[in-house]
T-cell receptor, first 114, second 112 residues
């Protein structure tokens, strides 16, 4: 069991470009969560998805950010027209459907906007 | 705003000593979880305690939960240099689905 796989590990984008971050959940996990972490800070919730459904996107900025978890393939966090303030570590976590197991995290994608 | 606040923000101890970290939260919870993060890495789930539990053990870890005070503590006994990391408490707030909110973290340094 490979755990939660995120790629790329590091991503450099110029201002105005698009960033696409991928997350494959752990086998048997149907719930995916995205978090953002700024240096020396805790994790901020962004979005919670199940297959083909966005359950809670209350932490997502209203513009430029979108997320999906299609029936087939990984979950994608997309940031359009990136700005310097988007530079952060983006972590994906997955969990099984039933509560009480905690999350399994991926190693994160470190986005740097230059 | 963050649901959980850890105290202290940073802690430095000698190897072999015990380390205690505290977490306070604001709203009622379904469960509370502790995670460890090594520098530049993802988070690792350590232990989960449900709202109807008061204490839980896992190896050298001991977690307590006081729902009346909305607080939890994580005790690491006989610390090792490898325990050096940031520790986060995370609350799964009561509601229709699991949604975990993280605190600000305690940075622990264990000096060999």
């Amino acid at each position: 069991n490979a755990g939660v796989m995120q790629n790329p590990r590091h991503l450099v984008r110029r201002r105005g470009q698009e960033a696409r971050l991928r997350c494959s959940p752990m086998k048997g996990h149907s719930h995916v969560y995205w978090y953002r972490q700024l240096p020396e800070e805790g994790l901020k919730f962004m979005v919670y998805l199940q297959k083909e459904n966005i359950i809670d996107e209350s932490g997502m900025p209203k513009e430029r950010f979108s997320a999906e978890f299609p029936k087939e393939g990984p979950s994608i966090l997309r940031i359009q027209q990136v700005v310097r303030g988007d530079s952060a570590a983006y972590f994906c976590a997955s969990s099984p459907p039933d509560r009480g197991h905690g999350y399994t995290f991926g190693s994160g994608t470190r986005l740097t906007v230059v | 705003s963050q649901q959980g606040e850890e105290d202290p923000q940073a802690l430095s101890i000698q190897e072999g000593e015990n380390a205690t970290m505290n977490c306070s939260y604001k709203t009622s919870i379904n469960n509370l979880q502790w995670y460890r993060q090594n520098s530049g890495r993802g988070l690792v789930h350590l232990i989960l305690i449900r709202s109807n539990e008061r204490e839980k053990h896992s190896g050298r870890l001991r977690v307590t939960l006081d729902t009346s005070k909305k607080s939890s503590s994580l005790l690491i006994t006989a610390s090792r240099a490898a325990d050096t990391a940031s520790y986060f408490c995370a609350t799964d707030t009561s509601g229709g689905y699991q949604k975990v909110t993280f605190g600000t973290g305690t940075k622990l340094q264990v000096i060999p």
